[in-house]
């Protein structure tokens, strides 16, 4: 899981809660990933992010909010208006400047209560 | 859009068996194709990528891949299986250009050695 920390590793969400995963990186990569994995099916681009100060929505973001005010942490909130939350959620890092592979860290289990 | 499939949910071999994990992909330009393993309750691991340049690619624990053009397929391969491989397999492209350079994947591949 190299350089990249995701936690808690396990979390429990209640009805209309907002929820934060933390992810944090010490790679000096300048882009980071949020992704969704459900069973059966490969993971899904929420938000991603180039810079600090600058985020883009992904494929699947209703329901989620992110922000990048360091270069080494990406949070990412999971809001009451996301309906189905429950998934596994992955982090990964990039170094730009054509560098192309991603780095993912552990993961964080997202279940509702 | 780009997309990758990989066409079998599961494969099982026997331990010290050649193996190979089917992927197949559909991009505008040039592929840029990428295998990860992820075992139970943990991240996504790095095993190889296709960038360009020789179309036979080595990647860590063993594992190598075949990029072949004409067929869009990248599969993954590896001469002789270990009970350790055991995990699940993604296949990936990039999808985008510029800052996204995020990935599509795969639904996955559960490989299964058996001792």
């Known amino acids: 899981d190299g350089g990249i920390t995701q936690s808690p590793k396990y979390l429990f969400r209640k009805e209309g809660q907002n929820v934060t995963l933390s992810c944090e990186q010490n790679?000096?990569?300048?882009?980071m990933y949020w992704y969704r994995q459900d069973p059966g099916q490969g993971l899904r681009l929420i938000y991603y992010?180039?810079?600090?100060?600058?985020?883009q929505k992904g494929d699947i973001a209703e329901g989620y909010s992110v922000s990048r005010e360091k270069k080494e942490s990406f949070p990412l909130t999971v809001t009451s208006a996301q309906k189905n939350p429950t998934a596994f959620y992955l982090c990964?890092?990039?170094?730009?400047?054509?560098?192309?592979?991603?780095?993912f860290g552990p993961g964080t289990r997202l279940l509702v209560l | 859009a780009q997309s990758v499939a990989q066409p079998e949910d599961q494969v099982n071999v026997a331990e010290g068996n050649p193996l190979t994990v089917k992927c197949t992909y559909s991009?505008?330009?040039?592929?840029?194709l990428f295998w990860y393993v992820q075992y139970p309750n943990r991240g996504l691991q790095f095993l190889l990528k296709?960038?360009?340049?020789?179309?036979l690619v080595k990647g860590s624990y063993g594992f190598e891949a075949e990029f072949n053009k004409s067929q869009t397929s990248f599969h993954l391969k590896k001469p002789s299986a270990l009970v350790s491989d055991s995990a699940l397999y993604f296949c990936?492209?990039?999808?985008?250009?510029?800052?996204?350079?995020?990935?599509?994947f795969g639904s996955g591949t559960r490989l299964q050695v058996q001792p």
């Open positions: 296709y960038i360009t340049g020789d179309n």
């Open positions: 992010s180039q810079i600090v100060n600058d985020f």
């Open positions: 991009v505008s330009g040039n592929p840029y």
């Open positions: 990964a890092s990039r170094e730009v400047a054509t560098k192309e592979t991603q780095y």
């Open positions: 790679l000096n990569h300048d882009a």
């Open positions: 990936a492209v990039r999808d985008g250009g510029g800052g996204r350079r995020a990935l599509t």
